[in-house]
């Protein structure tokens, strides 16, 4: 798994640690979920502005009160 340096501020590192403590190896597993949830978090907020730009038509949706029988 590639490395990547990241610097914080002390006040960033205390706040970290007093969740995720260094001596556990917590740490790391916890900035990689925040940064995992972080990448989500973007990437939900530009597909919902994607459709609200551009929303599905009627004619775009499937209709789902005429289910069609899988085969």
């Known amino acids: 798994m590639p ?7 002390e006040a960033t590192l205390q706040a970290i640690d007093r969740i995720a403590p ?6 790391a597993d916890f900035i990689r979920k925040a ?12 597909m919902r502005e994607a459709y609200r730009l551009q ?7 499937d209709h789902w009160e005429l289910p ?3 085969e």
Do not use: G, M
Not at 38 to 43: I, S, V
């Open 55 to 61: 929303p599905d038509t009627a004619e775009d949706a």
């Open 22 to 27: 260094a001596a556990k190896r917590q740490r």
């Open 3 to 9: 490395q990547v340096l990241v610097h914080f501020d």
């Open 35 to 46: 940064v995992k949830d972080a990448l989500f978090l973007r990437e939900t907020e530009r």
């Open 68 to 70: 069609e029988e899988w």
